[in-house]
């Protein structure tokens, strides 16, 4: 069963306008969130992250959300930019066990940003 | 910088061959990762190893093992390549503890193996 859900595989912005992705988990025991962001050909290189504990994180263009009891995050880039067009990924850790090695990765959503 | 470096880029191999990915990575981490990224399906863990000559299953280990003889290092092993392991093959490292935005998963750049 999935516990990382990316439901749009693609989305398109116009450049300048802002960038949404979303990300849905059905672990309630997951504590911390990342996004990385991949370019074809290359490895996935990490983006933004947020603790449970918090609802916002801002890095520069980027802010994550967290909404714990919807169990739902998104990505916000604002403006996009084509420099931003890759695919992103959602992430999460479950502290307990062996979860807490890893990250639980969502499908990803390709983002295009059009000049 | 953290580097994890894949020592093929691009690999070609017939079915039935064995064929053997080698991952270093330079910056003492204890844990080390292979997954694989195929279009709609995301990336898959396939082994994980939290210590030398240590190693988990991850949700694909079918088809595949893994070596880690020295901590730098972590070879993934197709057995008997078939053409459904046709893929992109990631190799990441992260330090030991709590994952956070300080101590997250470092990826190579990516072995793109076909197997014909």
């Known amino acids: 069963d999935q516990q990382v859900k990316q439901n749009s595989p693609s989305l398109s912005v116009q450049e300048g306008r802002i960038s949404i992705l979303n990300c849905d988990y059905t672990?309630?025991?997951?504590?911390?969130f990342l996004w990385y962001k991949k370019y074809p050909a290359e490895g996935p290189t990490f983006l933004i992250s947020?603790?449970?504990?918090?609802d916002k994180n801002e890095d520069g263009r980027f802010t994550v959300f967290l909404n714990k009891s919807a169990k739902h995050l998104s990505l916000h880039i604002v403006p996009s930019q084509p420099g931003d067009s890759a695919v992103y990924f959602c992430a999460a850790t479950d502290p307990r066990g062996a979860g807490s090695y890893q990250l639980t990765f969502g499908k990803g959503t390709k983002l295009s940003v059009i000049p | 910088d953290v580097k994890v470096t894949q020592s093929s880029r691009y690999l070609v191999k017939r079915t039935g061959e064995k064929v053997f990915l080698e991952c270093v990575q330079d910056m003492d981490h204890e844990n080390m990762f292979w997954y694989r990224q195929d279009p709609g399906l995301g990336l898959r863990l396939i082994y994980f190893s939290y210590d030398v000559k240590m190693k988990e299953k991850g949700d694909i280990p079918e088809g595949y093992s893994v070596s880690r003889e020295k901590k730098e290092r972590f070879s993934l092993i197709l057995e008997s390549a078939s053409t459904n392991q046709t893929s992109m093959y990631l190799c990441a490292s992260r330090p030991t503890g709590g994952i956070s935005s300080g101590n997250t998963i470092y990826f190579g750049e990516g072995s793109w193996l076909t197997v014909v």
């Open positions: 947020i603790s449970s504990i918090k």
């Open positions: 672990n309630s025991m997951f504590d911390y």
